[in-house]
């Protein structure tokens, strides 16, 4: 199984950017489809970016389109996530998460292995 740790978060003031990193260890990474999904507090966690193993084709959440862009790069088993023009309702704790099935898409049940998370607060 593959083990996934995030990296990244931080303290951002709005309009301002950052980059989440997802370091995976243990099957190979191209095996896995890959998405990254958020949770605020008090809220359901929520779908924001999936890309396919090889990166030919990407899904975002309507909210975040057009603002963050997901990537990622298996020579170095690592996937990020690139968000720019952040805002306050951005703010939550962000998962990374793979599915050895290939799936791109919302379906967090789809998705079998997720990380720990990492927080990401962006001040107004």
């Known amino acids: 199984q593959v083990q996934l740790v995030e990296s990244g978060g931080g303290l951002v003031q709005a309009g301002g950017s950052l980059r989440l990193s997802c370091a995976a260890s243990?099957?190979?990474?191209?095996?896995?489809?890959m998405g990254w999904f958020r949770q605020a507090q008090g809220k359901e966690r929520e779908f924001v970016a999936a890309?396919?193993?090889?990166?030919?084709?990407?899904d975002y959440a309507n909210s975040v389109k057009g603002r963050f862009t997901i990537s990622r790069d298996n020579a170095k088993n690592t996937g990020y996530l690139q968000m720019d023009s952040l805002k306050p309702e951005d703010t939550a704790v962000y998962y990374c998460?793979?599915?050895?099935?290939?799936?791109?898409?919302?379906?967090?049940?789809?998705?079998?292995?997720w990380g720990q998370g990492t927080q990401v607060t962006v001040s107004s």
């Open positions: 890309i396919s193993r090889t990166g030919g084709n990407t």
């Open positions: 243990g099957r190979a990474f191209l095996m896995y489809a």
């Open positions: 998460a793979a599915d050895a099935g290939g799936y791109v898409g919302p379906d967090r049940q789809r998705y079998e292995r």
